[in-house]
């Protein structure tokens, strides 16, 4: 299978903190994660892909400086949000594809509910 | 640009009856096309992949088609349960190195 894992599950933080969340694909290696945000009742977004060893890209709109996304392994995929404002509450989705597979297939985390006061 | 459309945002049937949701797509050709469900609260999950030298594909009560003159994907649950309500997500093979979802379609089963 390809289980991909998020932690945590929810989180409530206080205007101006930083949060950050973890990506972890559980048995296989994903040089590539990607990061949505979903807010209710709306489709998922495309924020970033994330790339192993390198810098991310991001979606036209989304601040990079903002929401900081590291790939430091092949199984690990950060992304934090800085100074996070109320309008940053969502809900946080990452996934990741099997290199071992010939198609696209995304594999995605269970999510993160963050909500900021 | 390319874009995706899924034929409506909510789709209300009776249990039983075949559930039908529909995916177009404009401005590009994709290689696959690939079904999501997504129940509130958590992420997507990956359900069929139908490619485009492929007419149709099922897996147990669920049917999609590609018809890739019309450039549209039709996404059939039959024996509709109620366990099915939920909303599901088309997304065609982007030229690109990532998936773009369509909006979804949000679909309830009552009983």
């Known amino acids: 299978g390809a289980v991909v894992s998020q932690h945590p599950s929810w989180v409530i933080c206080k205007s101006g903190t930083s949060v950050k969340i973890e990506c972890r694909s559980l048995?296989?290696?994903?040089?590539?994660m990607f990061w949505y945000r979903q807010f209710p009742k709306q489709s998922l977004m495309l924020m970033a892909t994330s790339n192993e060893g390198s810098k991310a890209t991001y979606e036209q709109g989304v601040e990079k400086d903002k929401f900081l996304i590291n790939h430091a392994s092949l199984t690990l995929s950060t992304l934090t949000v800085t100074s996070a404002h109320p309008e940053d509450s969502s809900f946080y989705i990452c996934s990741a594809s099997n290199p071992q597979e010939s198609t696209d297939t995304q594999y995605f985390g269970p999510g993160t509910r963050l909500t900021v006061l | 640009s390319q874009k995706i459309e899924q034929n409506s945002e909510a789709l209300n049937i009776q249990e039983g009856k075949t559930a039908t949701l529909t995916c177009n797509y404009t401005?590009?050709?994709?290689?696959?096309l690939q079904w999501y469900r997504q129940d509130p609260g958590r992420g997507p999950v990956f359900l069929l992949l139908?490619?485009?030298?492929?007419k149709e594909k099922k897996k147990e009560r669920l049917k999609v088609t590609f018809d890739t003159t019309l450039k549209q994907s039709l996404f059939h649950i039959t024996a509709s349960q109620p366990a099915d309500s939920a909303t599901y997500l088309c997304a065609p093979d982007s030229s690109a190195s990532k998936i773009i979802f369509g909006s979804g379609t949000r679909l309830s089963i009552r009983p």
């Open positions: 139908i490619r485009e030298n492929e």
């Open positions: 048995d296989f290696q994903a040089t590539t």
């Open positions: 401005n590009y050709s994709p290689a696959y």
